[in-house]
């Protein structure tokens, strides 16, 4: 009797760490897919990825877009077959249950490496983002010039 107890254990231990496995395995193939549809052009793929409710929040203070605006801004830059590029340097992922959130380390030869967190739902059997949040990565030695910059495009 002992020993089937412990198998029993040995084997939902096994399950539940494959199942949380497989939902980082499946979180991590949305987000590398998401920015390989953004380099290469592919509107309708990368715009799949999202909920249908969900937002993007772009490196200036005004791009806070619904899904939808997101589309109408992104269509342009989409059209001639090549979005945006970034290249994931590190990811994490944490939570538990339906809702994830995550935070990467991204480089873009244009903005150098920038820092995308978002949060992802586990929607029908599949995982969609709901929110992205894009962010330059400044250095602390450059803050106060960049901070100063800010403030002066605020005043024009």
Known sequence: MKYRKKLLLTSLFFILNSNASDHFNEINA???GLHKDAHEGNYETYFKRYTS????LGTDKNERWSIEEFKVYAEPAFS????WTYKVVDRNIEGA????WFDEIVFNKKLGHCRGTGVVQLINGEWKI?????TMLIPNSAAEEIG???IAADTE
């Open 130 to 134: 709901a929110h992205y949040a894009l």
């Open 97 to 100: 249950g339906n809702t994830r």
């Open 53 to 56: 409710d969900a937002f993007f």
């Open 30 to 32: 949305l987000l590398d």
């Open 148 to 150: 100063l910059i800010s």
């Open 80 to 83: 001639d077959g090549h979005g």
